[in-house]
């Protein structure tokens, strides 16, 4: 069965650093593509970056690039979202999901999702 529990989440002032973690059990990541997604309250889930874990090609939304970085761990069923110079529109409930072959990084395109983790960028 997939499984999937983030961590990593807090509250931090602008400018701070977080790192999320996504750690995934139940199947081979090999050639699924993970995804973090956020989603503010009263907002649409977004997609924040997404890695194709064959080819490592990654995405970044726009908002986010340049500051935030989504790698593989070293225990290859780890997925990390690093998150740099943080705003306060970063702050959010981060998900991680995770799709055999996805396309796209978009929500709908994702079959497992995880719990979800806060962050909160604040004064």
């Known amino acids: 069965q997939v499984h999937l529990v983030e961590s990593g989440g807090g509250s931090v002032q602008p400018g701070g650093s977080l790192r999320l973690s996504c750690a995934a059990s139940?199947?081979?990541?090999?050639?699924?593509?993970i995804g973090w997604f956020r989603q503010a309250p009263g907002k649409e889930r977004e997609g924040v970056s997404c890695?194709?874990?064959?080819?490592?090609?990654?995405y970044y939304a726009d908002s986010v690039k340049g500051r935030f970085t989504i790698s593989r761990g070293n225990a290859k069923n780890t997925v990390y979202l690093q998150m740099n110079s943080l705003k306060p529109e970063d702050t959010a409930v981060y998900y991680c999901?995770?799709?055999?072959?996805?396309?796209?990084?978009?929500?709908?395109?994702?079959?497992?999702w995880g719990q979800g983790t806060q962050v909160t960028v604040s004064s």
């Open positions: 999901a995770a799709v055999n072959g996805a396309t796209r990084c978009h929500y709908s395109e994702y079959d497992y």
């Open positions: 139940g199947f081979t990541l090999g050639y699924y593509a």
């Open positions: 890695i194709r874990l064959s080819d490592a090609s990654t």
